[in-house]
């Protein structure tokens, strides 16, 4: 799974997640993509599904490039314990994305079968996207 090997800080505070993204909105790597149409934190988890369910489609044909890593460490309290004593221990990762934020691209495949991984992608992760190719 994705995770840094050091960080500055152990905990994060948790921020908005709002705004355009400028840098990340085309295409550098690959002829077909997934960009984001809304802002979310996505985990290191969902990243991991979505590259096996667009590799197993690509039936090891093409090239993917995963655009995102999840950074940010978010903390959790274990169940049942009295507020109070402090922030919880990090438990897992995750990237925040902001609205037009390219998260995966691909290259060597048909454009049919980028759409059908494409479309398999989006139902695993917890914000819409759409598809895109370069042009």
Same mark, same amino acid.
Do not use: H
């Given at each position: 799974?994705?995770?840094?090997?050091?960080? &500055?800080?152990?905990?994060?505070?948790?921020?908005?997640?709002?705004?355009?993204?400028?840098?990340?909105?085309?295409? #550098?790597?690959?002829? *077909?993509?997934?960009?984001?149409?809304?802002?979310? /934190?996505?985990?290191?988890?969902?990243? %991991?599904? =979505? #590259?096996? =369910?667009?590799?197993?489609?690509?039936?090891?044909?093409?090239?993917?490039?995963?655009? =995102?890593?999840?950074?940010?460490? =978010?903390? %959790?309290?274990?169940? %049942?314990? #009295?507020?109070? &004593?402090?922030?919880?221990?990090?438990?897992?990762?995750?990237?925040?994305?902001? /609205?037009?934020?390219?998260?995966? %691209? *691909?290259?060597?495949?048909?454009?049919?079968?980028?759409?059908?991984?494409?479309?398999?992608?989006?139902?695993?992760?917890?914000?819409?996207? #759409?598809?895109?190719?370069?042009?």
């Amino acid at each position: 799974m994705l995770q840094p090997k050091n960080t &500055k800080f152990r905990k994060f505070q948790k921020s908005r997640v709002k705004g355009i993204e400028s840098n990340t909105n085309q295409l #550098r790597f690959g002829q *077909f993509g997934i960009k984001t149409t809304a802002a979310a /934190r996505i985990p290191a988890r969902t990243i %991991e599904a =979505v #590259r096996r =369910v667009i590799t197993r489609k690509f039936r090891r044909l093409g090239v993917i490039w995963i655009r =995102v890593f999840p950074d940010i460490s =978010v903390t %959790e309290k274990p169940a %049942e314990v #009295r507020m109070g &004593k402090g922030k919880g221990s990090p438990q897992y990762w995750v990237c925040k994305v902001k /609205r037009g934020t390219i998260l995966f %691209e *691909f290259d060597g495949v048909t454009p049919q079968l980028a759409k059908q991984a494409a479309r398999l992608a989006d139902s695993k992760l917890p914000v819409k996207t #759409r598809f895109i190719t370069y042009s």
